[in-house]
């Protein structure tokens, strides 16, 4: 993400030291089409996937349209656009590959149903064998016939097993598929709320810009981020300079005792961190923090003050 912004970002540090001549709009005009083009070509190779091609057509429309809005923005309008239109496009192929394994999925779960019918075929017809064992035992048949359907039954009985194996890798392959089919919606999901979320509240502090995420961006007592707060973080990402130090900070209330609240404010700023740099921003420029209660902003003795104690500061320097 951070590497698709780096032109845009370079041609807003051009224009606020008032270098932007005629001839860097002209390379500004250029590589907006060229981004525009890129994704066009991606859209182009999602549509050419011949196991994709007739999925995700909702979303693809949309990403065409976003596509279209992008290459007819105006100037000041073009890198949101353009994010909008990249976002589309990725959305387009989340979706195509969601319904895929969905497909995939419902046949794997078609062809275990052939393998378990077959394998009840095969218990009934290994039922009827000792049926027919047992007959041929009350009539004293010769021993070398009964040896002759011991071995029988002992292929058959191997046969079933096999085809009970069999459905059960099949049952395994399709409880994948279908995970796999959960995780891709769930992406795209959050693909799509990123484009709807705000970053998280912010204040200056002489040079520096302090985004504070509430206690509310966790379940309790846990470091799990909701999904409303992952996609506040995305959506501060676009917004990070492309330099410098970035720390995050988490704090907690004064209650329970002050070890785990240490730990706990601990694994709360490693979880931003890891998601701030899943998003793209070096790992390099960033530092995680956990200051457990020591650092309150209100008073621990009421609800509202523990609450606002209950944070994490991402800290831009």
């Not at 039954?153 to 097993?161: L, S």
């Not at 985004?211 to 509310?216: C, E, W």
């Not at 740099?277 to 956990?290: F, I, P």
Request: glycine share 6%.
């Amino acid at each position: 993400m951070r590497a698709s912004l780096q032109p845009v970002l370079t041609l807003l540090l051009a224009l606020s030291l008032g270098l932007a001549a005629p001839a860097a709009s002209a390379a500004s005009t250029s590589e907006h089409e060229q981004a525009v083009a890129g994704l066009r070509a991606e859209l182009g190779t999602l549509d050419g996937d011949p196991s994709l091609a007739r999925l995700g057509r909702v979303e693809r429309l949309k990403a065409r349209q976003a596509l279209d809005a992008a290459a007819a923005a105006k100037r000041k309008d073009r890198e949101h656009a353009l994010g909008l239109a990249r976002m589309r496009v990725r959305i387009a192929r989340l979706a195509a590959e969601a319904e895929l394994y969905e497909e995939q999925a419902a046949q794997l779960d078609r062809e275990r149903d052939q393998i378990l019918l077959e394998a009840s075929r095969l218990e009934a017809e290994r039922v009827r064998l000792e049926n027919e064992r047992l007959r041929l035992a009350a009539l004293a048949r010769e021993e070398a016939l009964q040896r002759e359907l011991e071995r029988t039954e002992a292929e058959r009985e191997a046969a079933v097993k096999a085809a009970a194996a069999e459905a059960e890798q099949a049952r395994k392959l399709a409880a994948a598929r279908a995970r796999e089919a959960e995780l891709a919606r769930k992406e795209a999901e959050l693909a799509a709320a990123v484009m709807e979320a705000s970053p998280p509240p912010s204040r200056q502090e002489g040079g520096r810009t302090i985004y504070t995420l509430a206690g509310n961006a966790f379940a309790s007592g846990s470091a799990n981020l909701t999904a409303t707060a992952q996609a506040s973080i995305y959506a501060l990402v676009t917004q990070l300079p492309a330099s410098g130090t970035i720390t995050v900070v988490g704090h907690t209330d004064s209650q329970g005792s002050e070890a785990a609240n240490q730990a706990l404010s601990q694994r709360r700023a490693d979880a931003v961190r890891a998601l701030l740099e899943q998003a793209g921003v070096a790992s390099g420029r960033l530092r995680a923090v956990g200051k457990g209660p020591s650092e309150p902003v209100a008073d621990n003795g009421t609800a509202a003050g523990r609450a606002r104690n209950r944070r994490v500061e991402i800290i831009v320097e």
